[in-house]
Structures are given as C-alpha cells and as structure tokens.
C-alpha cells in the first residue's frame, strides 16, 4: 500500500496541534496550504462556513483531484460549482459516516454525482473502510434516508440501551452489572445479524425467533414492547429524521 501523507487544517490552532499528535500528519497554515498537491481533500466544516472554505481552495486543488465533503446538507452541485471556468475534472463526493467512527465502526454511506471514474470511487472506499465497518453507495438524495437510518441511528440504539440498563436496575440488578448485561448483549445481537447478513439472509427475525419460547419470558417481554407500538415508533424515529435532514438540506 503506498504511503500517505496526511495534511490537516482548522481555524483553531491550538485544535489543530490536539489532532496532529492524536492522528500524526502535518499541520498547515491555511486551506490552502493543505490542499496543494493533495489528490484527495477531504472537507468537513460546518455548513455555514463551506462556501468560504470553497472560494479559498477551490483554485489550488490538482485539476483531477477527489473532494471528499462530509459537510451535511451541501450538494454535490455545490461543491463543483466553485470549479466551473477552472478547467478542472474534480471528483466530488458526499459521504454520511457516524460516530462508530470513532472506534473504526462507522456505517457510512456515499453518494456521487455520475461523473466520478471507479479507479476515484476506489480510493474513496479505500479511505472510507479504514473507519467504516461497512461502506455502502447510494443516491445523492438518498443521503437523508442514510442520515435517518445510521448517521442518527446510533443514539436510537444507545436510547433503547439506556432503557434497558434501567430496568434492570428496577428489578435488582446494581448499574454497572446492568450496564454490562446490556452493552454485551447488543454487542451479540449486531455480530449475529452482521454475520446473518453475510450469509445472505434478511429476517432478523430468524434470530428473534431462536430466543422466543411460547409463554416464556422474551414472549413477554416482547408482548408489551409491541403493544406500545416500539416498533413504530422507531420506524417513525428514522421517518422524521430523513425529512429533517431533506427540510436542512434546503436551507440557504
């Protein structure tokens, strides 16, 4: 694998020297001063700020360089716009990790305009995977469905975990034994529906299936999470989620 080397760039300084002896790198001066030379930028500002970042380095980026934009609710469209008269092939790309990336576990997804070649498509799922514990492409629009789905799922889950720790905590489990309870037992559910997945089976149920006893406890339990209507309530949690991220999407 050839080497790579990293340059980054934020407005506060004193940050800057935080992430380069976390991560390694080089720092630089300005935006600009990062991009130069560099076959893939990645930008991820806050969107309020993207179109100053843009005008800034848009002219030093290499003519077919990849822009990686991890900037929410700015289009593919307007990130190239800043290229238009610079007689550049500029690769623009639209990615939504999560916070699983903090720990190499992102569910990200990806999105291009049409235009990006696979050999550029590569390297952006090269870099992606390095953080993600799967990479999926989907349709620019299809961005706020991802944002619905894992970029916010997380917390949905962590909700739920929470919950859970508390109940046992209200029938006489101390936190921290609840706490561990609950942390394995969703780490055992998603490594046995990552490894359904793989087998190429859908149903989670399946697994769901395998723990049920007619009459027993998880029957039980299970009962009344559907008779609140848990299972609709989250679906709409993703729902709403989704069209926030679309509403956000459209503000100037």
């Not at 576990?105 to 550029?120: K, L, P």
């Not at 990479?135 to 799922?153: N, R, Y």
């Amino acid at each position: 694998m050839p080497s790579v080397q990293l340059v980054l760039s934020r407005t506060r300084k004193e940050k800057l020297k935080e992430q380069v002896a976390l991560i390694g790198g080089e720092a630089a001066n300005t935006n600009r001063d990062a991009v130069l030379d560099a076959d893939v930028v990645i930008v991820a500002v806050k969107p309020s700020i993207l179109a100053e970042v843009m005008k800034e380095i848009s002219e030093h980026v290499k003519k077919d360089g990849v822009v990686i934009s991890v900037v929410t609710g700015k289009t593919i469209a307007f990130m190239k716009s800043y290229f238009q008269g610079l007689e550049k092939s500029i690769s623009c790309v639209r990615v939504m990790p999560n916070i699983g990336a903090l720990v190499s576990q992102s569910a990200t997804g990806f999105a291009t305009d049409g235009t990006v070649s696979e050999e550029h498509k590569k390297i952006v799922k090269d870099i992606l995977g390095a953080f993600s514990g799967c990479v999926v492409e989907v349709l620019e629009p299809q961005l706020d469905a991802v944002t619905g789905v894992s970029g916010s799922g997380i917390a949905y889950i962590l909700l739920a975990m929470e919950a859970m720790i508390e109940g046992g905590v209200k029938v006489g489990l101390s936190r921290s034994v609840a706490r561990d309870l609950v942390i394995q037992s969703a780490f055992g559910a998603a490594r046995l529906a990552k490894l359904q997945n793989r087998a190429g089976e859908e149903s989670l149920a399946t697994i769901r299936e395998k723990i049920i006893t007619p009459g027993g406890t998880t029957a039980e339990g299970l009962f009344q999470l559907e008779k609140r209507n848990v299972r609709a309530t989250f679906s709409l949690a993703v729902e709403k989620a989704a069209k926030k991220s679309a509403k956000l999407s459209k503000v100037k």
